[in-house]
Nanobody, 124 residues
Framework: QVQLVESGGGLVQAGGSLRLSCAASGRTISSYFMAWFRQTPGKEREFVAGISRSSVIVRYADSVKGRFTVSRDDAKNTVTLQMSSLKPEDTAVYYC?????????????????WGQGTQVTVSS
């Protein structure tokens, strides 16, 4: 079993930055595809960014390309989402997720583990 715990959320003004961290425990996540999703009330959870084993493949949603950067530190068993130029529409609960095997990174059903989420609020 893998436990994922997100941190770093909060309130920030539009144009500001936040750094989200996802700490994994229970087993190493080095072989896992790791991703960040976000969700707002009444909407489906949407893919934000993902990173493969050894950071070979990195994917971003079009809405965050050029503003967000996902990275991983397998020595520390962590995944980070650096968010810059934040917009009010980035407001959501952000979730970290891990998949042992992945074919469609945007598909929530393919993820084995999820964190509890961290709230990000961007004020205008």
């Amino acid at each position: 079993q893998v436990q994922l715990v997100e941190s770093g959320g909060g309130l920030v003004q539009a144009g500001g930055s936040l750094r989200l961290s996802c700490a994994a425990s229970g087993r190493t996540i080095s072989s896992y595809f790791m991703a960040w999703f976000r969700q707002t009330p009444g909407k489906e959870r949407e893919f934000v960014a993902g990173i493969s084993r050894s950071s070979v493949i990195v994917r971003y949603a079009d809405s965050v390309k050029g503003r967000f950067t996902v990275s991983r530190d397998d020595a520390k068993n962590t995944v980070t989402l650096q968010m810059s130029s934040l917009k009010p529409e980035d407001t959501a609960v952000y979730y970290c997720a891990g998949a042992s095997a992945i074919t469609r990174p945007t598909n929530t059903a393919q993820y084995d583990y999820w964190g509890q989420g961290t709230q990000v609020t961007v004020s205008s």
